[in-house]
DNA sequence: TACTATTGTCTCACTGCGAAACAATAAATC
DNA sequence: GATTTATTGTTTCGCAGTGAGACAATAGTA
């Protein structure tokens, strides 16, 4: 198995990402499973000598999701001595057999958390080398996760939430045409409580980022909603 | 010159702080100069191999302005390639020769800033190893600075005022007891604009955050104000 | 044809905020 | 000691935004 040169990349330097998808009704993220020890983990990766952060992160999520153009948001980085626990690290190698040069995966490392926003229905997700399957999980019943990942994700939904009005965060959960009421059930997802109905239309309208198309969407019976896209 | 040990800090990593003071009129910041090149820097400093990452600022904080507990938030971590210029560390270092076991310090460095808030009174800044001087500038009247320590001071800024009515930012900018005029005017220096004094004052009241004490505060020719203190 | 579920819109009361006005008062001036 | 000046504490008015509820419109179902 080709592991990482421990000359590539930055030491003690790590990312995690936390994936955003959102299926209809339930907000998700992206995790990866250990089958051999039963852990699930966070998406994450090293960083390049000659990467940027933000590239190193982009990066590993076009290797995971294969989206090339994902919202991406740094919102916190980790540096507890609790999250250093090399036994949790050597146990999911072990599997692969570590030489010398993989010692420096051992060692303290410094994470900085990021997250993204994507389109569930356009991706297939991918696990990569060490992990043996990826799958998406409801953020309302996450499993454990090892080390801190718990918490970094707690910490990004903080920030997703505390940010949610300030840009469009919803562009990148949605495809391109919807109702009002799958727009409603985004922010819903996120900002975990349910919102009134008529409020919402009219403060999402009176925010003018909205194009309404006279293509309607029918199937259930009764009225038909419009269907509406972003303004570009 | 004791420079530091390679082997006592975890390579590749740093962090900056901007350390917000407030002097009655103008928000202010602490910088470093090194008097032999003319450069002006944030005070940064690396991570010990057994420190947190918290413990580290702390650390470098309480070294330079003497204070214990001060505010300390987290707020970007930079890990762009255009701030890697080994010429500009080894310019500071040059005054003080460097040997072999210091070429750590030429790498690429990652780096996690945090701003502190803290009561300019009570504070004698002094200079550390490297720099030859300390002092206060205002954050509208900022010299240039190495690297990229300008564009950290802007998102430290941003962070601050985004965040100024969540939290009670303003209790460690000010003493334990002050008037509204005092609180307004940190408002003021921190969102650079000016306020509706009566508004201010009837928005402050309603949070019921504010203790009013009855010693008037006087010497102006005028009516004398209230003392308030931040309720514990 | 009547019914049901959902949608688009409207109304009403309440809150919060900008702007302006008014009364109170400590020190300075006459 | 009376008057003036500067600043403070509080109130008022108008407007915009929001929560909660009501009503009419309509695609499919009974």
Redesign the interface.
Same mark, same amino acid.
């Given at each position: 198995m080709p592991n990482p040169e421990p000359s590539d990349f930055?030491?003690?330097?790590a990312y995690d990402s936390v994936v955003f998808g959102f299926s209809g009704e339930k907000l998700k993220i992206l995790l990866m499973e250990y089958h051999k020890t039963g852990w699930f983990a966070l998406p994450g990766g090293f960083?390049g000598?000659?990467?940027?952060?933000?590239n190193?992160v982009q990066r590993g999520l076009r290797e995971r999701t294969g989206l090339d153009e994902v919202y991406l948001e740094?919102f916190? %980085?980790?540096?507890?001595?609790e999250r250093f626990k090399p036994e949790v690290m050597m146990k999911i190698m072990e599997p692969f057999g570590y030489e010398d040069k993989d010692q420096w995966l051992f060692k303290?490392f410094?994470s900085?958390g990021y997250y993204a926003l994507i389109n569930y229905e356009e991706v297939e997700p991918k696990p990569d080398k060490l992990s043996d399957s990826i799958g998406w999980y409801e953020v309302d019943h996450l499993p454990e996760l090892i080390l801190d990942h718990n918490f970094i994700v707690q910490k990004a939904l903080n920030h997703l939430r %505390?940010h949610l009005d300030q840009k469009l965060l919803s562009v990148n959960l949605l495809p391109e045409l919807f109702t009002m009421k799958d727009l409603q059930q985004v922010y819903e997802a996120i900002l975990g409580e349910e919102l009134n109905r008529a409020n919402f239309q009219r403060k999402i309208l009176s925010l003018d980022i909205l194009e309404r198309h006279e293509k309607l969407f029918s199937g259930g019976s009764h009225k038909a909603p419009f269907l509406y896209s972003f303004k570009k």
């Open positions: 930055l030491p003690h330097i960083v000598i000659n990467d940027s952060l933000d190193a740094q916190y %980085t980790f540096g507890s001595m303290r410094i900085v %505390t």
